[in-house]
Every structure is written in structure tokens, then in C-alpha cells.
């Protein structure tokens, strides 16, 4: 796994949700109340048996809850950390009708999966394995390819991920805010699922021509490619030193590549994105930072949660606001000019740095390639237009189970 533990990272990021200590984690699992018809495991799109592993780890069958979770969800570490479990799981707790706190299932979860990680255990339970050997790849190497792969070779089926970047994961890797998910953690789940069999090739891009070329060598394809290059402005300056996309600059400081921020920022966007870029810019050491959204708070898509977060950080936010264009003085940006959208009022916002954060593109050129006998899936963020880590999980799962269906019965 590659080392990219870096002290400075690790101590301006550290975890927003810190992991349960086991006494902890123990009088926790011994508040939930087991429900049978458990509508925390309804809300989670992968189904986890909430009940079930909190159960196990109640009993301290760590292995037991553990297997319980990965069964439905070969990521479970990753999106015990990231997902948005205000609006999933715990949103959907019981204890809310007792005016109680909800059981914190996302660190029990975090703890079942990090003491199974630790224990170096990779064995799951064997599962039937279809009536032939299939040939998989999967492009892309985020959570819904990882999660495709994982559930196929399972099953006894050959899987190759093809990887255009040096390291595996995906968002998970490059793309998650580090105070939820740092890249070390990401790594360790590629890790997990290299080692139920698949193989992952990194620094590999994946074109058109050579995409045509997989008919002969495989017998189905999974695109999991994500969604394409950040959308731009489209406003004067933009080629400025000092604008930077939001998922860039976040890949620069999960990677090392950065490890500071200047004196004031401007993000232009108001979804989860732009708000782990905002934060992670105070955490890097901006003293001024502003969020830029042309609506209203009402109106902006990031989680309630995630928008408390960035004004406990010290985010300031402008609404009804939208730039015109980037000044710049010597080829560096100097200031955001803007206009209010509701009086038509010019102003402008001194800053060194304008991070964009309006949404990602789709890339569409593989499967607009596809042609011929083989057959083509694909999930996650390039189907769903981009949502939870647990969804694209969730998808990578049902291509999973649908491409080993479609080849014949299965055997013990």
C-alpha cells in the first residue's frame, strides 16, 4: 500500500466522527433495541442487518459482526465513515421516537470493519460459484467498480479493474474530504478487495479503441468511470494561477501535494463538494474563506449537516451571489468581481484562490462506444448523476449479481 501518511495532514484533519474506544463501542451496540423490522436496515441502500452485527458485537463476536456487514457491503469500512448516516440509518432510528439520541451505527459499523481490518482476517464465507468462470473488467477503480469486483470474485469469477490514476479508490482515495475518509483508510479497503482475488491495474486509461478491443477478451464489462472533469465557470479569468477545482485541490492535500492554503478563498458552489473544499481550506490555513452560491440556503444541495460543519469551521456564506469574473494581477488571482442576483449590485471579494465547485460533467465516450456481443453495466456516480459512496456500493452490487445471473445456474 502506498505511504501517504503525512503528520501535518493527519493533525489539521483529524477524524470528524473519531473511532469508538471498546468500552465504548460496547455501551453503545448495548443501547440499540434490536428492532425486527429494523428500519435502520430499510434506509441503508445496501441493507445492512443493522440489528444483526450490532447484536454480534454486543456478544463481542467481532468476526461475526464484521462478516454480518460485509455480506451486504464489501466497503462497509469506507461508508461507515462517510456516509450520511443523518439522512440514512441513524435518521431512520427508533430512538427518535423517544426524543433519544439515535444509535451511532456508523462508528459501530466503523469499529466492527476496523477490528476486522486490523485482525489481517481476509477470509469471507465461500459462496456458490456460477456454472463458468467469467472474464470481468471493471473500469474505474471508485467504490462502485471496487464493489462489482468484489461480489464477482466471490462468486469464482476472474476480475481485472483498470485504473487511469496511480492509486485505487477513486473518490474514496482522491475525492473524500480527509477528516472523513484519508487516503490510508481507502487504500486498505483496495487492499481488502485485491485480496478476495481481483486484480487491479493502475495507470492504466481505458480509450475508446482499446475499449473495443474487450469483446474478445472479456465476456462483460462494468463502467464505473465516475462522472467526468469538474464544470467550469465559464467567466474571465479562470486561467488565472490560483483557481483551483474543487476536486483537485482536494486530491492535491489527501496526496501530500498540499499542504496549505493562502490567506483567502472564494469556493463558488454550495453541494457537500463545495463544502469539503471550504473547510479543508480553513484547515489548511486560510484565514478568510467564502462560499459563493447564486440561490438561497433553502435552495443549495449540500446535507443541513455538512453546511453546520462549514460554519463551525468559520465558512462564511454569500447567497444570492454569482461571479462575473476572476481579477488577477501578474498572471495570479487577485479578487472574485460578483454581482447580486437580486438588486444587480457589483462587488468584489479580495482573495488569492477561487476553487469552483458547480458539479462534474458525465463522461459518456466509453459507453457511447460499446458495440457488439459484449455486454455492458455500469453504476455509480456515471449512471446516478452523483450520489453517496453506499450508492455506487449498492450498484456495483446489483451489476454484480446480475452479470453472474445472466450466465447460466449455479453450483454448490
Not at 486498505?188 to 478487495?193: H, K, L
Not at 462483460?220 to 465516475?226: E, T
Not at 457511447?368 to 450520489?387: H, P, V, Y
Request: aromatic share 6%; with cysteine; hydrophobic share 40%.
Amino acid at each position: 500500500m502506498a505511504d501517504l501518511a503525512n503528520p501535518e495532514i493527519a493533525r489539521r484533519f483529524p477524524d470528524l466522527h473519531p473511532a469508538f474506544a471498546h468500552q465504548e463501542a460496547a455501551v453503545e451496540a448495548n443501547r440499540c433495541l434490536y428492532c425486527f423490522d429494523a428500519p435502520c436496515t430499510v434506509a441503508c441502500p445496501t441493507h445492512i442487518d443493522v440489528p444483526r452485527f450490532i447484536r454480534k458485537l454486543a456478544s463481542e463476536n467481532f468476526r461475526g459482526s464484521a462478516l454480518t456487514i460485509l455480506d451486504a457491503n464489501l466497503l462497509g469500512a469506507s461508508c461507515s465513515r462517510v456516509c450520511p448516516v443523518e439522512v440514512l440509518c441513524e435518521g431512520a432510528c427508533v430512538m427518535h421516537r423517544y426524543n433519544r439520541a439515535p444509535i451511532e451505527i456508523g462508528r459501530l459499523q466503523r469499529f466492527a470493519l476496523d477490528v476486522f481490518h486490523a485482525s489481517g482476517d481476509t477470509e469471507l464465507p465461500s459462496l456458490p460459484s456460477g456454472a463458468r468462470q467469467l472474464r470481468v473488467a471493471c473500469v474505474g477503480s471508485g467504490p462502485a467498480s471496487l464493489s462489482c469486483a468484489g461480489e464477482l470474485a466471490r462468486r469464482g469469477h476472474k476480475v481485472t479493474v483498470f485504473e487511469a490514476r496511480p492509486l485505487a479508490g477513486g473518490l474514496n482515495t482522491y475525492g473524500v474530504a480527509e477528516y472523513k475518509l484519508n487516503a490510508e483508510a481507502a487504500l486498505r479497503e483496495v487492499e481488502f478487495i485485491q485480496s478476495l482475488g481481483v486484480e487491479i491495474r493502475c495507470n492504466e486509461e481505458i480509450d475508446s479503441a482499446r475499449f473495443t478491443q474487450f469483446a474478445a477478451e472479456y465476456d462483460a464489462v462494468f463502467l464505473g468511470l465516475g462522472l467526468g472533469k469538474m464544470e467550469q465557470l465559464g467567466i474571465p479569468g479562470e486561467d488565472l494561477h490560483g483557481v483551483v477545482d474543487a476536486l483537485r485541490f482536494i486530491a492535491e492535500y489527501k496526496t501530500g501535494e498540499r499542504l496549505s492554503a493562502p490567506g483567502r478563498v472564494v469556493v463558488v458552489g454550495a453541494g457537500n463538494t463545495a463544502v469539503d473544499a471550504a473547510s479543508a481550506a480553513r484547515r489548511l490555513g486560510a484565514n478568510d474563506v467564502s462560499m459563493l452560491y447564486r440561490r438561497t440556503v433553502a435552495e443549495m444541495s449540500a446535507f443541513e449537516f455538512e453546511y453546520e460543519h462549514a460554519k463551525h469551521e468559520g465558512v462564511e456564506f454569500r447567497w444570492l451571489a454569482k461571479p462575473l469574473r476572476i481579477a488577477g494581477q501578474a498572471g495570479r488571482v487577485t479578487g472574485l468581481e460578483c454581482v447580486r442576483v437580486d438588486t444587480g449590485d457589483e462587488f468584489t471579494i479580495p482573495c488569492e484562490m477561487v476553487i469552483p465547485a458547480i458539479g462534474q460533467s458525465r463522461g459518456r465516450a466509453l459507453l457511447e462506444s460499446a458495440q457488439g456481443s459484449l455486454k455492458i453495466f455500469a453504476g455509480g456516480d456515471l449512471t446516478n448523476g452523483g450520489r453517496e459512496v453506499v450508492d455506487a456500493v449498492a450498484d456495483g452490487k446489483r451489476a454484480a449479481l446480475a452479470i453472474h445471473a445472466q450466465f447460466g445456474e449455479t453450483h454448490a
